[in-house]
């Protein structure tokens, strides 16, 4: 018996057994056999990826960019500053749009938001003297092309004014990608000290130039998430030895009732650490 009948006045067809424990999206290839699908543990960089369409708010030049499939990514975990981990992939790389032509770039979020002036004073900054690129998009970004992304997204928000707490958020995304680089290079030649070196050099100074934008922020901007704000400065002020800072950031956080509790316990470690390293100092 169609259990399905009389589907056919919508225009519906359905035939055959109803089971509803099989799932319709599976396929078959020629010979009957479900064909299984790719695990997200086994998808690639690659397969993560898409090319989106981006139209440029300033000179209108139409490209496309690499962009996450959010729905396939898999969270595995973050570093004590809140740098996200994924399964296969870094999405911290895909999150600066530059525009080929023009040379206008920026964070997605901010990528269209541009008032008439500010697109005056990026084009007088910034387009005037940009060298226009290739509008060829690759299989993936590398490390150092993402890098100079953010660089240019950069170069952008100084032009156009853009908030401090915007200018930090770029300068944090610099530091991550190449605090992972300083990682995984090794330092057995020459050229490859001299590479480490100039890495740390770059992520000491954009992670500083982060934490210093965001302590400006915190104080004068308005609609931040304070508490993530505040979890991210402490980790960033016990990097930098500030443990004075830190505990009074870490005493915000156990003190606010809107803190996750997560957090807390986060903090209550972030604690530990500040109360060693200052018997230690």
Known sequence: MNLLSGLEKFGIKADGDLDITKNPGQQKDSKGREIKKTAIEDLTEKDLLLQKSVQCPICDHKFKVLAVKSGKVKRI??????????HNIDTIKYDAIVCPHCGYAALTKYFEHLSATQMRW??????????????????????????????????????????????????LRIAWIRRDQIKEIP????????????????????YRQAYDGFDQAYSTETGLNTVSIEYIMANMAIHFKEYGKASQLISKLLGNPNTNPRVKDRCLELKETVVKATKKS
């Open 77 to 86: 975990g973050a570093d004590a500053d809140t740098r996200p981990r994924y």
């Open 122 to 171: 990026v084009k007088e900054a910034v387009c005037s003297k940009f060298t226009p690129l290739s509008d060829d998009v690759p299989e993936t970004y590398s490390p150092d092309e993402a890098v100079d992304r953010y660089k240019l997204a950069l170069v952008s928000a100084m032009a156009k004014h853009a908030r401090t707490s915007e200018k930090a958020l770029i300068c």
């Open 187 to 206: 330092d057995h030649t020459p050229e490859q000290l001299h590479k480490r070196a100039e890495l740390i050099e770059e992520y000491n100074g954009f």
